[in-house]
């Protein structure tokens, strides 16, 4: 077995170094490959668990091939699209840091309220109703 002890290099000067153990049994590979072997897993990792525990995987029960595949195509596009719109936000170089799909949805969806409270709130002359037909106007 091989051990490799790992400490991630941070820009910032207060967050504490990061250390990632990693154990293999390639005695002879390359410690720069064993930590590309395990960036690559730990998508994979959070992909699963994303997918089990916020998008409905976990409780999927169907009996026939054609239909999990359906099901499991879906959710890949599903996730691949919300982690797609979740980089692209305001808060991108924050959400690159996030360790879910939950955490993104959930700074995201913050942001969404937040601009939309500063909008309203910019907006002290109108009533309710038209900020609601404003708000309406948009998803027409």
Known sequence: ??????????????????VKYIVSNKIDAPASHLIELYAMRWRVETFFRDTKQDLGFGDCE???????????HLLM???SLLTLGTAQSALGTVLSRATSLRA?????????????LSWALSSPTRSIDELMQEVEGLFV
């Open 1 to 18: 077995m091989k051990l490799l002890i790992t400490e991630k290099e941070s820009s910032d000067e207060d967050e504490e170094p990061r």
């Open 62 to 72: 169907l009996r026939h091939a054609a239909g999990a595949s359906r099901h499991w």
């Open 77 to 79: 596009l599903a996730y």
């Open 104 to 116: 993104d949805l959930k700074r995201s969806f913050r942001e969404a309220v937040q601009n939309l």
